[in-house]
């Protein structure tokens, strides 16, 4: 627990906004008087947006109309927004592809990792020996865990559910793929990518990421720690507005075999060729499937201009500055007792969030919504609270934590 008393916390807080380098950043979005830490479900609206979507309506649409697929860069967005979210999440061009959500992209990377594998063993990809068995969170979003069955029924792979610290011992030659979220949605634990994507590559898997609760938050290292596949949204901390197309990541030197079980006219080699027979297209596209979502897709691209100038390494410095501080406030103004951290304390075990368990947590935020905090509470006692350094500050934080004591009968600052 802090020793600093209240007041000081206050001049702590005003200090650490003035040596903010990314201070500037907070005018590139909408906001209000209230503190926004909900940007781990969806991010805050970037200036640029509106206007952006507008032109896209009214001159790319109305007036070009179908010219827009050539001529205001339609038919290629996928890949080329794909390429801007590359360095956001430690990619080389050329292996990103937008679109679809990130549910339909999980099928798509989870059934092209069994195929990967058992192509890599030497069988046929839609074989039904060697690799059977099918890695899971047992603790993911239930989303991937529910598409991570039907995916094992599509393969004729078994399931088998276990802890991310459990995965090293489970796997062996029977393991066909793998899949990890890289940061706990309930509780903010950063897992350990390095680690994990080693040892399924040491038994001969195939390793998918689920980096939805990490991308813009922290740096990913996709190739540099060899990730094979991996899939994101892009509505949380890349701030890509409500609805926004997912991403679907596959290593260059896995293009060439990556099979999609589900095959469209996009993704096709002569997309308006329309033959009846298959043949993909080379690189990122063959993960395309329909027609792109072009109203959200090009609202995305308007988006990620709040990134020109920021590095993710200078976005994760604060991040754990914003979360440190954060816990500091809550141990020093919430009564003892009152609330529970679920997030682990050491940086290197930490995503950009901070759960607190509270044995009345939906009252308690709907309370501090109704103040002016808005984080979000997960069934059946935790309150959550998302740290994007582009937009929030320090003082920020410390009112958060203030007006949260108060609920819980603290003093606050």
């Not at 991010?43 to 827009?68: C, H, K, M, N, Y």
Request: proline share 6%; glycine share 14%; aromatic share 6%.
């Amino acid at each position: 627990m802090s020793e600093l008393p209240l007041s000081e916390i206050g001049v702590k807080a005003r200090e650490l906004d003035a040596g903010d380098e990314l201070a500037g950043v907070r005018a590139r979005f909408v906001l209000d008087e209230a503190v926004y830490l909900d940007g781990n479900s969806l991010g805050a609206l970037p200036t640029a947006v509106p206007g952006r979507v507008e032109d896209v309506v009214r001159r790319q649409w109305g007036e070009l109309r179908i010219r827009s697929w050539e001529e205001s860069g339609w038919w290629t967005a996928p890949e080329r927004i794909g390429d801007r979210i590359a360095p956001l999440v430690g990619a080389a061009a050329g292996q990103i592809v937008v679109g679809d959500s990130t549910s339909v992209n999980v099928f798509k990377a989870l059934v092209g990792a069994v195929r990967l594998a058992r192509l890599a063993d030497g069988g046929g990809g839609d074989g039904r020996d060697g690799r059977d068995e099918i890695v899971v969170d047992a603790t993911t979003f239930p989303t991937d865990g529910y598409i991570a069955g039907s995916a094992a029924r599509m393969t004729g792979c078994t399931l088998r559910p276990v802890t991310p610290a459990e995965i090293p011992g489970v796997l062996g030659d029977r393991t066909a793929a793998v899949l990890l979220n890289h940061v706990d949605y309930r509780t903010g634990r950063l897992h350990d990518l390095p680690g994990l994507t080693a040892a399924v590559h040491a038994a001969g898997a195939i390793a998918v990421w689920d980096l939805c609760h990490s991308a813009g938050a922290l740096p990913v290292g996709l190739d540099e720690h060899g990730v094979d596949l991996a899939v994101g949204c892009t509505y949380k901390y890349l701030n890509g507005g409500p609805g926004a197309p997912a991403y679907l990541y596959v290593r260059g030197d896995l293009q060439d075999r990556f099979d999609s079980p589900l095959p469209g006219w996009n993704s096709h080699a002569d997309p308006f060729g329309m033959r009846p027979d298959y043949t993909p297209a080379a690189g990122a596209p063959r993960g395309r499937v329909g027609t792109p979502d072009i109203l959200s897709m090009l609202a995305l691209e308007a988006a990620l201009e709040v990134w020109d100038g920021v590095s993710i390494e200078s976005v994760r410095t604060k991040s754990l500055a914003l979360t440190d501080f954060f816990l500091e406030c809550v141990a020093r103004y919430v009564p003892a007792g009152r609330v529970e951290s679920l997030t682990p304390v050491p940086h290197g075990e930490r995503g950009s969030q901070v759960a607190l368990r509270c044995a009345d947590a939906g009252q308690v935020m709907e309370r501090l919504i109704h103040q002016g905090v808005v984080g979000d509470f997960r069934h059946p006692d935790v309150l959550r609270f998302g740290f994007t350094p582009l937009y929030v500050g320090f003082a920020d934080v410390e009112r958060a934590a203030g007006v949260l004591a108060g609920i819980l009968g603290g003093g606050g600052g």
